[in-house]
């Protein structure tokens, strides 16, 4: 398969979120599922949506497969917790996404960073802002956009 390159964030929202999520005063083991889903998510946009190193964004069927089975992952990784809130911001992530993408645009961690904080919000009860900025600042740590 010709290598590409991701229409995504640089840095892992994966990692992002572990990050943030342990700067919250308790831990929640919620935490975990929800970066590893995280990282499925990411892996299926960056497979569905790849930009070949010439530039074409056509997708592949190989490359259609991959984010299929990467999005059915981040679904069930997700749904393993059991509460509708984490499932409907995980839709909202994908719809939105491949929205923006489908409109010839790339996705940044700032445009992801609401759903991000919602997503960190559930967990920790903190205002959506509040969650928000704790992304963008363990995404600066990171060296990532934030």
Not at 16 to 33: C, N, T
Not at 50 to 61: E, K, P, V, Y
Not at 84 to 111: K, M, Q, T, W
Request: no cysteine.
């Amino acid at each position: 398969m010709e290598r590409n390159t991701g229409r995504t964030p640089n840095v892992s929202l994966e990692q992002v979120f572990l990050k943030a999520a342990g700067e919250l005063p308790r831990s929640d083991e919620r935490s975990e599922v929800v970066a590893e889903a995280l990282a499925h998510l990411q892996r299926g946009f960056n497979s569905h949506y790849g930009t070949s190193l010439a530039g074409d964004r056509r997708a592949t069927d190989e490359g259609i497969l991959v984010g299929d089975n990467a999005y059915a992952w981040a679904v069930e990784t997700i749904a393993r917790l059991d509460e509708p809130r984490f499932v409907a911001v995980a839709s909202r992530i994908i719809r939105d996404g491949a929205g923006h993408i489908a409109s010839d645009g790339n996705v940044s961690l700032e445009f992801w960073s609401p759903h991000l904080g919602d997503l960190l919000g559930i967990i920790s009860g903190e205002d959506a802002e509040t969650s928000r900025a704790r992304i963008l600042r363990a995404a600066d740590e990171l060296g990532g956009e934030g």
